[in-house]
């Protein structure tokens, strides 16, 4: 953004005034002002470039990360509940998931998210299904986008719900406009976000996945694992401890034992 500063003047005329600024020193302010502007301009010339720049490479690697992910995901889809146990050690995201949330998940096979060859433009996020007595649907789709207009937006798959099975009916007295924003703020269920479309702009769940579960879902899924692990070797720290103080402690008994016979000996030489 270009300004237009030749008419700016660096210090008001009562200040220059009051201070004695020779003109000449106000002019050279001047020119300075205008110079700062010119390199200012290059500066966001620069880095508008760098951003273009980082966007390409950005999109290189996604390019060459695909078939790296396609692989990851085969692999996911073999592991018993990793969707649900993923989600269920992810802070954020657990918060989402009660009871029957809980249970449709379990039939949750693998997450995929794809973004957009724009990245900046949006993303995409594949909840895969295997069959199960809640819904027909295999795949569930939310995805996140900027509209015409330029602000986001988002739409999702419809669910198909099988007969007496649709878990977020019991929420459907609060789906007007005054509850819709508070649900947003805090949503009541994973299904309810997934249907949620009022303020896409502000969907840390979406970007929870994208950013935190995707690059590295195993990570969340190890969570418990690891908090064993690392709670063996505190115990193993602390036995080893015990056994240092308890060496010390008779070490220092037996200096004890010791000091105790001299005096007894230097005694009997007194007697």
């Known amino acids: 953004m270009k300004l237009n500063i030749r008419n700016w003047s660096f210090l008001p005329e009562e200040t220059s005034a009051s201070v004695g600024l020779p003109k000449k020193g106000e002019k050279e302010q001047q020119e300075a002002i205008e110079h ?110 900027l509209n015409e207009s330029g602000n986001p937006s988002s739409k999702s798959t419809e669910i198909k719900w099988k007969s007496g099975k649709d878990v977020t009916k019991r929420l459907s007295q609060m789906q007007n406009k005054a509850s819709r924003k508070r649900q947003h703020e805090a949503p009541e269920s994973f299904l309810t976000w997934f249907t949620d479309h009022s303020d896409a702009g502000a969907d840390d769940l979406g970007e929870d996945i994208k950013d935190d579960i995707w690059p590295n879902p195993l990570q969340y899924y190890l969570v418990p694992h690891m908090d064993d692990e690392e709670g063996e070797d505190d115990n193993e720290e602390e036995e080893e401890g015990l056994e240092d103080t308890d060496e010390e402690g008779d070490e220092d008994e037996g200096e004890e034992d010791d000091d105790e016979g001299q005096e007894g000996e230097e005694d009997e030489r007194d007697d």
């Open 36 to 145: 700062i502007d010119e390199i200012q301009n290059e500066i966001d010339r620069l880095n508008e470039q760098d951003n273009e720049e980082i966007l390409k490479v950005e999109q290189k690697y996604n390019k060459l990360r695909q078939p790296f992910f396609q692989k990851r995901s085969e692999l996911i889809s073999k592991i018993l509940n990793l969707g649900v146990t993923t989600f269920g050690n992810h802070l954020q995201v657990s918060a989402l998931l009660g009871k029957e949330n809980e249970e449709t998940l379990h039939y949750l096979t693998r997450v995929e998210v794809t973004e957009f060859e724009d990245i900046k433009s949006g993303y995409r996020v594949d909840f895969y299904f295997d069959e199960n007595p809640y819904f027909e649907n295999k795949v569930l789709s939310k995805e996140f986008h």
